[in-house]
């Protein structure tokens, strides 16, 4: 190819980048209003100012765009593809702006969600579809887990925020106490405890219990060790390196019973009860708390976390 073939084919770079998006978005209104002087009314500018910025874009791109005459404008063929071209790149520049704008708002964006129990109900579940709900254009990322992984994650700034029962303190994060749940015994329909509506501490003396290694399995052991303070009231444990939905299919085979939450709820397994957990005062529960980085400047995270205070509010000191 001769050096001539190869300048002609060349992009004019210096014409290129003398065209700006008012000449294209003056262009698109003229064409639309077919007429300068409608188009400069609309855009509240001089007829003169439209008509050279229209002069000015032809020459750029080498074309007319308009057949001019008394009864206004019409766009030629050149003028019509580079016109098509034109509406696409204002589309997107607009679309740009829009998007940035919600990002910069928390109205749009990523946060990741991690968590340690089951989403198939209680008050996470309603958080998260809440939260969709209010901001659709947030993509959500929920990211179940063991605690230490999950810890590591959020320190690693892989996730935004953290939701698991009890204290997961570590420096640079900030914390905030949300709800409690209820915990439940897990045992097959047929076994005796299942006749009661009720179950105590001190009924799970003979029984065998079954715990994940996982979170929350290691809190729900140290809460069994608090309140049985002597080992002859204690259950037999065993202990999985299994998720939950193993640790059910263990107890419909009758291998034993074990403690869960009231978010296990929603997830129903064939032949397995639940029977509210109690001591001498009242149902026992567990503490659930949600923990970030002090760093973490996200927008879709301040929404997430003024959600949670809107639905979960610290109680004020003394009440």
């Not at 001089?46 to 032809?58: A, N, P, T, W």
């Not at 509406?87 to 829009?98: E, M």
Request: with cysteine; aromatic share 4%; proline share 3%.
């Amino acid at each position: 190819m001769s050096d001539q073939a190869k300048r002609e084919r060349k992009p004019d770079i210096t014409r290129a980048a003398a065209i700006d998006l008012q000449h294209l978005r003056f262009a698109v209104t003229a064409a639309d209003s077919g007429s300068l002087r409608r188009a400069a009314d609309l855009l509240c500018i001089r007829h003169s100012v439209l008509s050279r910025s229209i002069s000015q874009l032809e020459r750029h791109i080498g074309a007319s765009l308009f057949e001019r005459s008394t009864a206004g404008v019409k766009a030629t063929l050149a003028g019509k593809r580079v016109l098509r071209i034109a509406r696409t790149i204002l589309d997107q520049v607009d679309t740009l702006v829009a998007t940035g704008a919600a990002n910069g708002r928390g109205e749009a964006g990523r946060i990741s969600v991690g968590f340690c129990t089951s989403i198939s109900a209680g008050n996470l579940r309603a958080t998260l579809l809440e939260f969709k709900r209010r901001f659709p254009q947030i993509e959500l990322t929920a990211v179940q887990g063991q605690r230490t992984h999950l810890m590591n994650e959020l320190r690693s700034g892989a996730l935004d925020v953290l939701v698991v029962t009890g204290e997961a303190r570590s420096s640079g994060n900030t914390s905030v106490k949300l709800w409690s749940e209820r915990i439940l015994v897990s045992l097959p329909e047929h076994h005796p405890l299942a006749a009661r509506d009720v179950i105590y501490w001190t009924d799970l003396r003979d029984e065998t219990l079954l715990l994940s290694h996982h979170d929350p399995g290691r809190e729900l052991e140290s809460l069994i060790l608090s309140k049985l303070l002597s080992s002859d009231d204690r259950p037999r444990i065993d202990r999985h390196d299994a998720n939950h939905g193993i640790i059910k299919s263990l107890i419909s085979m009758g291998l034993g019973i074990s403690l869960g939450m009231e978010s296990d709820l929603g997830a129903s397994f064939a032949g397995l009860v639940y029977r509210e957990l109690r001591d001498g005062t009242g149902a026992s529960r567990i503490d659930f708390s949600a923990h970030w980085r002090m760093d973490n400047e996200n927008p879709a995270l301040d929404r997430f976390l003024k959600l949670l205070g809107e639905r979960y509010p610290v109680p004020a000191s003394g009440k």
